[in-house]
């Protein structure tokens, strides 16, 4: 059977091996697993959400409130801006879909840093849109504004901090830049780890009601995903101007997120010491990690997420270390589909993170290359 | 900011009235308040289901497992299907939308039932495709091949039982029109409602696993929603031959359905028990319907669903009746929308049925027009 010619060539996300994989591949006890790879919070989501998800699993025969009044009430509020400046999406990811469906037909191009989250590309090039790269492991601000003159491309993409690489852009760049983009142009500013960026320094915070208060073309993403520990409710939203927002909204299937779904984003979001406790404990682990990092002679690059990537030099290759990690349960992300000989690694507890010095400290002494 | 001209003249489906709106707009209790519009199992979902999610909300911060291993070996043992014939949707609506956007581009046309399940057109304006429709309260296939020949759509609509209206096609008949169908035409035979069809009337039974055999052309889909009584946790399911699960696939996000959702689906799987017990009770309740529906001189249409419509002379208005039923605390669905004088309403418990036949009653005696 003929399908649109476009699907054929498209590449498909790859994701973190889920524990069951590596139970079943490898026959390791599931217990023993560490899974590093996702990004998701290892303390796991708040205990009021637990609580209150378990004493309403009678709804789930109910079809979703789909006007989600109740939180969009509490993102509104939480972030001070009006309910139709809100979407909701089956985590962020599906904003990014909507956009990219809203704004590219008929040759549409997308402009983003080289190495940057997977999806962008992905549902742009589904639209049958070209992808516009600025190299560089790091978003460079000045050439995606060169290559912005001189393409012309209808969404641009700034992930802040950037996943996979950790690093992050300080606010008023972001902003500077903006400035500089005429208004038919989308800017989608994908804020997926903006709790931990904005703990950990201020200058990387960013503010979605001022943006889009000055800004009318852009779009800030948010998720629970990460440090509402809720990556596996596919729930997030979208900040824009209302008319983007009414726009995209024509794209947006009616219950695209569960009724448990809205239900533990609404709890979530009123935890907020479970937020800062998450975000206390990541630091003082990630410190860890820097110190592992520099007694090896690991590259990093500065991390304002809930994850770290080790850059190894050309003796180490960063897929066979992290197959060799997998064989003992210890699963990471390697990058070398990113064009980086690299792994990122999600912190997580204490205890799992001893599991990954020892096996990572055993394995570089036995020179993986 | 300008976005795809197709966007701006799309409809957006209309979902039955959420509870909580009833609360906030009329000031009802909640407890007051009987919901029977969307065509939910009223029985909720098997306990085993609720416990096994209520046992798991730990897991909430985990991604899914995205290969859905464990749902996809339930399903292929159910069906007698292979896993890589199956696709695992948001809803089977997901699957509806992936086959839209695989099928329909640059002036592509669909064919369905002038009534029928709004989402087909839905997704397929979205995709920039026109739509042919047979006209009429029931498919008629005659008409439908007709017209397939007229204007070689990409992809035929075939509702089994049909929603909004509750009638259903012959099984044998539905082959028989696959059989002249050309191969590169894709025929999507959406079976929401399929188990209380074949539980009513054997005729009515689509095996999915014969079927696909037979047709290299056709899409089953089958829910979650409906019998299984999950319609809040988002979850549905395609079966085709692999080729067309492959290029289906190409545009699944990662992570389409949650953590929770494939943990439930699994577990309802298991519980036929819970299934064949809401049939029963169902069918027990749908006869009440049909005696108040005779005894107060409404038209039916004979339903192999859990849900009925009622149709109305010209002296009854539906939308009328809609509104006063909403006003006492029960939801129903009006089909005005649809171009019928009808409502459809949803098979409830046996109180909330007292409830809507005592206010239906009352209204109908006070000539609502």
Partial sequence: MKFNPVIEHLKTYEPGKPIESVVKEFGIDP???VKLASNENPYGCSPNVQKRVAENVRSMYRYPDDTMEGLKSALASHFGVEKEQLIVGAGSDQIIEFACHAKLYGGAKILQSEITFAMYRIYASQCGASVIEAPGIAHDLDLMYTLYQEHEPEIIFICAPNNPTGDCLDAVDIENFIERIDEETLVVVDGAYQEYAAFKDQHKAIDPAKLIERFPNVLYLG???????????????????????????????????????????????????????????????????????????????????????????????????????????????????????????????????DKLFHHLEQLLASKIR
């Fill in 223 to 353: 998720t629970f995903s990460k440090v509402y520990g809720l990556g596996g409710m596919r729930i997030g939203y979208g900040i824009a101007r209302k008319e983007i927002v009414r726009s995209l909204y024509k794209l947006r299937p009616p219950f695209n997120v569960t009724t448990l779904s809205l239900m533990a984003a609404e709890e979530a979001l009123k935890d907020q010491d479970f937020v800062t406790r998450t975000l206390e404990k990541c630091d003082e682990q990630m410190n860890r990690y820097i110190d592992f990092a520099e007694t090896h002679g690991i590259g990093t690059i500065e991390s304002y997420t809930n994850f770290i990537t080790y850059m190894f030099e050309g003796a180490t290759d960063s897929s066979e270390l992290a197959d060799r990690l997998l064989r003992k349960g210890v699963i990471v992300r390697d990058l070398k589909g990113y064009g980086l000989n690299a792994i990122r690694i999600t912190i997580g507890k204490s205890d799992e993170n």
């Fill in 31 to 33: 217990k023993e697993i």
